[in-house]
Structures are given as C-alpha cells and as structure tokens.
C-alpha cells in the first residue's frame, strides 16, 4: 500500500518511490532521489525532456546551499527536504530561498521527524507536502495546518506582512 | 502603551488553544517527553526543582495596572502568593501545576499578556530602558520599535527552531541602560547625517559561558530596512549557527568564528534578497506605533515645587530616596520613581500577591496606570509628580519599597539559583541577603556610591555576573558550593567583562571578601571617584592582595 502523505492540505497517496540505491531504479513511475546518490551517479537522474514517464524529485538535508540546487529546479517537480530532528530548524530557511529567491514552483516536502506541532510553521516558510512521522496520526497532524488564522510576518505564500494586508 | 487590536487578540486565543490542546496530548501520551519539551519551553514553562517554573512576557517592561492586577491574581490562585522579576523584564511563577498552565494563559491573554518565546531556542521577549519615553538623555522613544520587533518576531515561522535562544535589546539613550552590547542583537538608535532616525545594529554580544562585547554589524540604517536586515541576520544564523554543541550555539561563537567583516558579507548577501520588498516598513506603519506611546496627560508644572524642596530638607531619609530612588525627567515637575525590590531578606526580585495589588493600586494613583518592570529586577513608576513624591514615598516605607538604595552595592541582580532552579550549581539569593546584612548601613552605601553586584548560581549567568562592577558566581567544586568573585565589569556603553580576582571563596567567606575589596576601594578612591573608575586606575592587585592576605 503506499504510503500516505498531506499534499495542498489533503491526505493523498504518495506516488513517489524513494530510490536509496540506483540498483534499484524502478523502470517506471515518480521516483524521489537523494542528492548525494545522485551526485554520485548523475546518470540516474533522467535526461531533461527524455524519455521517463514519471515525475522526479530530489531529496536534500537543510544545510544543503541552495545555490548547489540550481541546475535542478527546472528539471525537478519534487523537492524534500528532511529533517533529521525536529529541532533543527535549517529546514525552514533553505525552503523560504528555494520559494522566496530562487522560485521554485514544484512540490516542497518536509520529510523526516515531521511533526504535527511544527507544520504550521512548514507550511509557511513554503512546504506544500508532509510526510509525518509513521508513528503519529496523519488526521491529526492534518488540523496542525490549521492552529491559526492570523500571522504577522511576510512569508513565503503570504508576502504581505501583517502591516500592509490589516484590516 | 500598545493596545491590542482585534487581529492581536485573536492571534492570542489562538495561542491558547493550541497550548491547550499540545498539553491534553502530552497528558494523553500522545507527545513525547522531548516533544513537549521544546513546545513547552516555546510557552516558557520550565521543569524545575520543586515544580514548574513559568514565565510570563513583559514585553520591553511595559505594564498597565489591570495587567499587574492579573498577575497578583494568578500568583494567588495558581502559585503560593509570590512572584519574581527576573532579569530580562519578565516575571516568573515558581509553582504552577503543569495542568493549570493552559488556563494561566487564558487569563493572561483576557488582559493581552502571554508567555510566548519566554523561553526555548527562538526570538525571545525584546528588552530596552526601564525609563524610555521619559529618559532626559535619549534621542526618541524606542518602545514603538520594540513593539514593531515585537510583532515581527512573534512566531515567526522560520526562527522557531534555532540553534539557540535570541535576544534583542533596543537603546535610545546616551547611558545605555538596555546593555544592548551583551545582546544577540542590539538595535541603537540614532541620527543619520540628515538628523532623521536610524539603526546601529550590532550583533554576537552575550554572557553565559563565554561572555562578548557585541560588534557593529551595520551604521546608521534606515528604518524602512529594520525588519528585513534582521531577518537577514537571523537568517544567516538560523543557517550557519553551531548546532552540535549547545555550548557553542549562540550567534557571538558564528560571529567570533567568521570574524564580524565575514558575517557581514553573509547578512549583506541574503538581506540583498529581501530589502526594497513588501518587508519595507511604511512610514505609516510606523507612525501608527508611534501613536501607541502618546505623552500622557501631564500637568504644566516646574520642577522642585516648594512642598518638595520642604520636605526634602526636614526629612534627610525622603531625601536619600529621592537622590538614590528617583530619576530626572523630560516633563517639568514630574520624576521616575524606582520601588526597590532589594530589601534585605527578600529574594531580589521577589513580590508578593499583596505587594502586587499595592503596585497596581499606587501606578492608578501616582502615575497614569503604567508600571514598568526594569532588567535590574526592580519596578518604576516614571510619571510622579513632584508634589507628590513626599505622598507616594510615605505609601512605600510600608510596603517595603523604598529601600533607597538603587544603584548601591544592595541594589544586587539575582538568579534564582539553587533554591529553585534545577540547572544553579550554587545559592544565590542567600549571597544576595549575606551582603545586604553585611552592608545595612544607608550613610555608608551612598558614600560608595554606584557599585553593581551581580550574582549567578551558574555559569549560564542568568544574574549577569559577568557585567557587574562586583561579579558572584555560584560553583560547584567536588559538590561544595564555592563563589568565585571578579571585578571591573560594566553594562553600559563602555561595556566589558569583569576579570575574576582569584580562586573561589566558601559561602560563609563571601561578605567578609566582599568588605575587603570595599575597604580596598575606599583607601584608594581619588574624590568623587566610583569603584569602577578606582578599579580601572589601581587594577586588580592591591584587591587581589588584601583578600587572599593570610
């Protein structure tokens, strides 16, 4: 059964199979693959316009550089980023540069120890996916999404701070 | 002061329920112990020695009587009748139920108060000048940019998990009494070239274990750009800041390890992104802070009115007060008054449910309602009229507040330290009360002068040890407690860290050693001269040597 994932504020099915070995590269289908695997094999990744019927994402820790980033962004249609802790917050920042500077588009996914209590802050610095942690209830950490209506910052979905959009 | 909007309000409710709710799924078993932890912290509720401890944002010191009313309503029904100012404006529970904790801050949030970023590795309460809007020597008041901080750091979605706790002070003022050098961030305000307002922000300054004066990171910034080269500073933390060891975790170990010319290139870099964008703040965003902190209603009236300048003269323990206890003011006719949380015996600090109704009751009559919390754990009342300094002083004996000794060696900064706080290797408050015994002579305490005595139970310097003229810390030496003493720190503009004399003293020795280095002081003083100022000319051998003569 695949495993299940809060995408654009719903639970969906996750189409992605994760490739942790290119030995393994499925014929078909989305595949999520780390960037240091890739690095490593930068055949892996299919060509841009090639002939690979599914969707490609990569996968990268928070204290990656985002300039190291760059030559993905168009080829890409997924990028994860773990967490290993849900303490360590570089997670956040890496994500309001791929968002806010750089522009990405595609799917932002918060993977690792992703808990319900930290993805309304997720959820602004521009995640659009979760992959909750597999021991908590992913209804639950749904309404995480929803702890509050009002926010003061400028953020990488809402670039009003609260200064200029107050009623 | 800053009264809540409608948008403010609901943000805080919502708080609440959130709180709320991640402490039913802890008592559920449905968060784990680590889980909790960092949320818990995030709402400032620390597990103690004996029970709970939570603190409660004072944000920048600014209190209105309801909100102090509340306060001595929570300590009586949810704590054991007392409460404590610590040294960053905040005040602090020291035995709430964890369960009861959810509805503390409802009550809080009935009068727009909370305990959010009290605590945990995120943008906590932002500090300034006890006596702002009312200061003779500062350039404007800076509690609208505190409050524009204030908003700006609340829950910021990208600085919750930091590699650790930040804090941002701001100073308006010529003396510096916010010790913004001893901050993460320290916002200064000043005049660009044009006389208009702006920012010398300076960055990396702390104490703990590794105390370090702050750099300029940047001259004379517009304000426009205030909010987004902050950001752009904690984004570069937030980034490259240690998290492998806690102990090298704050941003002065990043700004000390790239030196401050490199960490300016990173900040610069990333603040290229985010300047000249919706983060610019409006003149008129501006101004509408600004509206929040009018003058209030004051009388026109001169200073050192006749029933002041009588009083004074008949009654020398009035005028001690008023010398010591009472500050000048940018209003004719009116002073800021300084209630002494430092009597002898009391926990520095420390204020009773009483106590904090009488507080309350004296701001409505005395000073328009207003109360401010000062980092030096007292309270002021900063807009008295002169006319009646002489009735509000008379009102205080009894209360135990006018104590005239602010700015005395007795007037000491505090931890809790181990009589109540889990992480204290030593005592604190019982050092503070062996020193007020020891020195409970007034006359002799205004002939010394200004002396600041700090003392910290560990090297976490939560007493700010470090910048005190007299610096204590608590040590724990094969599980004795020892104090090791060091001299010649200061807080102000000339910030710098005190250096330790020599090897630690035995609790019972410390009055004894703090009377020597006194003596050394008063032997050695030219005319008119403060112990920092001896200390700075003389150095430390003829203290080091009268206190470890045989």
């Known amino acids: 059964m695949p495993r299940k994932i809060i995408k654009d504020r719903a639970i969906v099915d996750d189409s992605y199979t994760q490739v942790t070995d290119v030995s393994q590269m499925p014929a078909s289908g989305d595949i999520l693959v780390a960037l240091d695997l890739l690095l490593e094999n930068p055949s892996v990744l299919p060509a841009q316009g090639g002939a690979w019927d599914g969707k490609i994402g990569i996968k990268v820790t928070g204290d990656v550089e985002p300039e190291a980033l760059v030559e993905y962004l168009d080829k890409v249609d997924l990028i994860a980023i773990e967490f290993p802790v849900f303490r360590d917050g570089r997670g956040y920042s890496l994500a309001r540069i791929l968002r806010d500077r750089l522009g990405f588009q595609g799917e932002l996914r918060a993977c690792g120890d992703v808990l319900r209590d930290q993805m309304f802050y997720m959820q602004r610095c521009g995640f659009n996916s979760f992959e909750p942690r597999d021991d908590r209830s992913i209804e639950e950490a749904l309404n995480g999404l929803s702890d509050f209506t009002v926010t003061y910052q400028a953020d990488a979905v809402e670039k009003r701070p609260i200064y200029l959009r107050r009623p | ?550």
């Not at chain 2, 020695?49 to 209105?64: D, E, F, S, T």
């Not at chain 2, 009483?354 to 701001?363: G, K, S, T, V």
């Not at chain 2, 003392?455 to 007493?463: D, E, H, K, R, T």
């Open chain 2, 1 to 550: 002061m800053y009264a809540y909007t409608e948008y403010d309000q609901q943000l805080l409710n919502e708080r609440v329920a959130q709180y709320r709710n991640q402490t039913e799924r802890f008592l559920d078993g449905k968060l784990s112990d680590e889980e909790f932890l960092a949320l818990r912290l995030q709402n400032g509720l620390y597990v103690q020695r004996h029970a709970p401890m939570l603190r409660v944002a004072i944000p920048y010191g600014m209190l209105n009587s309801t909100q102090v009313r509340m306060l001595a309503e929570i300590s009586r029904d949810f704590d054991k009748g007392y409460a404590h100012f610590s040294t960053r404006q905040n005040i602090q529970y020291n035995w709430p139920a964890l369960e009861q904790v959810p509805d503390i801050l409802e009550k809080l949030a009935s009068v727009q108060m909370h305990a959010i970023q009290t605590s945990g590795n995120c943008i906590r309460n932002v500090t300034t000048d006890q006596f702002a809007g009312v200061a003779t020597d500062e350039l404007e008041d800076p509690r609208p940019w505190c409050e524009i901080i204030r908003q700006w750091s609340t829950f910021h979605p990208e600085f919750a998990y930091l590699p650790r706790k930040f804090k941002i002070a701001v100073n308006a003022s010529a003396s510096d009494r916010a010790a913004i050098k001893f901050h993460d961030i320290g916002v200064e305000i000043v005049q660009d070239a044009t006389g208009a307002t702006a920012f010398d922000i300076w960055v990396g300054g702390g104490l703990g274990r590794t105390p370090i004066v702050a750099e300029k990171v940047t001259e004379a910034l517009p304000p426009k750009y205030l909010l987004s080269y902050l950001e752009a500073i904690l984004r570069v933390y937030n980034r490259y800041g240690r998290r492998d060891n806690k102990y090298k975790a704050r941003i002065k170990i990043l700004v000390k390890a790239l030196g401050v010319e490199a960490f300016r290139e990173k900040v610069e870099a990333e603040w290229q992104y985010m300047k000249d964008s919706e983060m610019d703040l409006p003149e008129a965003e501006i101004q509408r802070m600004r509206s929040f902190f009018p003058l209030p209603a004051y009388d026109t009236l001169a200073d050192n009115p006749a029933e002041l300048v009588a009083k004074r003269a008949e009654n020398p323990g009035f005028d001690a007060w008023i010398k010591r206890n009472c500050t000048a003011h940018k209003q004719p006719g009116y002073m800021a008054v300084t209630l002494s949380l430092k009597a002898t015996a009391v926990a520095p600090g420390d204020v009773t449910t009483e106590e904090l109704y009488a507080i309350a009751d004296l701001a409505d009559r005395y000073s328009f309602g207003e109360i401010r919390s000062t980092h030096k754990q007292n309270v002021v009342l900063a807009d008295v009229r002169q006319d009646q300094l002489f009735a509000l002083w008379s009102e205080l004996k009894p209360l135990g507040f006018a104590t005239a000794n602010i700015g005395c060696l007795t007037d000491v900064i505090c931890c809790p330290g181990g009589d109540f706080c889990s992480l204290a290797n030593a005592k604190s408050i019982p050092i503070a009360e062996q020193i007020q015994r020891q020195f409970d002579d007034l006359d002799y305490l205004y002939d010394l002068g200004e002396i600041e005595l700090n003392i910290s139970g560990c090297m976490n310097a939560c007493g700010h040890h470090h910048i005190g003229n007299i610096g204590i810390l608590g040590v724990d030496k094969k599980g004795e407690e020892y104090y090791q003493v060091s001299l010649g720190g200061c807080s102000g503009r000339d910030a710098k860290v005190g250096k330790i004399i020599g090897p630690s003293f035995f609790e019972n020795d410390i009055a004894g050693v703090i009377t020597k280095i006194i003596d050394v002081y008063v032997e050695k003083r030219i005319e008119g001269e403060s112990f920092l100022s001896t200390y700075e000319r003389v150095g430390m051998a003829p203290f080091k040597e009268r206190v470890y003569a045989a």
